[in-house]
């Protein structure tokens, strides 16, 4: 087997380590940040799965440390934490979670490992070691470890669909896709690539199994709670999540919308609009040609770039691949404007420096939140493979999934 040049090697190495620290880090600060955050989702899941049992409505209820927080996928995915339910406590429940979140992003690991060897790269025990962390203690996955979340079992999905697809096995892949959307809706834009591959098994597959878990979620808990699905849940949960105005530093809500928010003070759905005018094009080019590893690689990184697929391995030296690293970075950076501001305060620093600094720290927050600009810069860096030389037929690339929550 070949092996990349030393540079790339250790570039995506030290890439891979700086997200591992994040995320630790991360976790370390939590119980004095948001202690209320271990087993949150865990424990959600566990309290929503035994009033499906008692026959009462499982998108009502909450558990008592936590109100306000409810099950929010649909009605067929409660069946999953059934097991939750029946062990009787929060601790156990979150063992359960724990262990089926590990056993995914090892089964993410390997099917990244098997990606590579197909490319001809050899991975050592470092690498293993760094793939297997950043997939499950990455600063976009530790969180969901600790809270006990599904968006690993997601990332499992991802990869395994994408490797299928690779293999040319589109029935997988089909399945797989589906089952990461219909836990959370957004993989849905995963059909956008199904279609340009022109992988139709994948698409009809897909189409149906989503379909189909949808129509049996309404058989098994009657038609009503499929309606209180769609209306409260998955129109429901975006009210309010948009800016009427210029966002406030410390507001957490990130993405497009946020830098139009800030450039033109308006709100929704005029943002939506706009966001989708300005990112649709770019993904659109990514789909233009698709006659290279790299650069179907890269229009998938593009398509589904919210849930992170990463091209680092193997990717030749360039400004495509600077950017992909730069914006890997950067979106593992978990910085709020409360620790920026409070960090310049508590640092001694004369007035006429300790003000213009905040006022900057203040603008730039406002503007884009750091994980936001990284996403960014891996769409930059996407086009730069669909566009520069990056995208010739040098070398195979591969991806590595890291789904951000």
């Not at 599904?150 to 096995?169: E, K, N, Y």
Request: aromatic share 8%; charged share 15%.
């Amino acid at each position: 087997m070949t092996q990349p040049p030393s540079g790339p090697r250790r570039s995506t190495r030290l890439v891979l380590l700086l997200g591992i620290l994040s995320g630790i880090s991360g976790l370390m600060v939590l119980p004095f940040t948001s202690p209320e955050q271990f087993m949150l989702a865990s424990d959600v899941y566990r309290h929503a799965a035994e009033a499906m049992l008692a026959g009462e409505d499982f998108y009502a209820v909450s558990p008592p440390r936590l109100p306000g927080y409810n099950f929010i996928y649909p009605p067929i995915v409660i069946l999953l934490f059934v097991p939750h339910a029946l062990v009787g406590s929060a601790l156990g429940a979150y063992a359960i979670q724990l262990l089926l979140t590990v056993a995914f992003g090892l089964g993410t690991t390997l099917v990244v490992g098997r990606a590579l060897a197909r490319r001809g790269v050899a991975l050592s025990r470092i690498d293993w070691l760094l793939i297997g962390s950043f997939t499950l203690v990455s600063a976009h996955s530790a969180i969901t470890l600790a809270n006990g979340q599904v968006t690993i079992w997601m990332g499992f999905a991802f990869a395994l669909g994408f490797d299928a697809l690779d293999r040319s096995r589109e029935t997988v892949a089909g399945v797989a896709f589906a089952l990461a959307a219909l836990i959370k809706v957004f993989p849905a834009a995963v059909g956008l690539w199904l279609l340009r591959r022109r992988a139709w098994r994948s698409v009809i597959v897909a189409t149906a199994t989503g379909l189909g878990g949808l129509a049996l979620g309404a058989v098994l808990f009657g038609p009503d709670v499929t309606e209180t699905y769609v209306r409260d849940v998955l129109l429901g949960r975006y009210e309010g999540e948009t800016f009427g105005g210029v966002p406030e530093p410390d507001q957490t809500t990130g993405g497009a919308q946020r830098q139009l928010a800030a450039l033109t003070g308006l709100g929704s759905p005029a943002l939506g609009i706009l966001a989708l005018a300005i990112v649709g094009p770019a993904v659109l080019a990514l789909h233009r040609r698709i006659d290279t590893d790299e650069r179907r690689l890269a229009a998938m990184l593009g398509t589904v770039l919210g849930v992170l697929l990463v091209l680092l391995y193997t990717l030749p030296s360039g400004r495509g691949r600077r950017l992909l690293l730069l914006g890997t970075l950067v979106s593992s950076v978990r910085v709020t404007y409360d620790l920026a501001a409070s960090t310049v305060e508590t640092m001694p620093l004369p007035g006429a420096l300790s003000e213009p600094l905040l006022s900057l720290i203040e603008m730039l927050f406002v503007f884009v939140l750091p994980t936001t600009l990284g996403l960014w810069l891996l769409l930059a860096g996407c086009l730069f493979v669909q566009f520069g030389s990056e995208g010739g037929p040098a070398r195979s690339t591969v991806i590595l999934v890291a789904v951000r929550t």
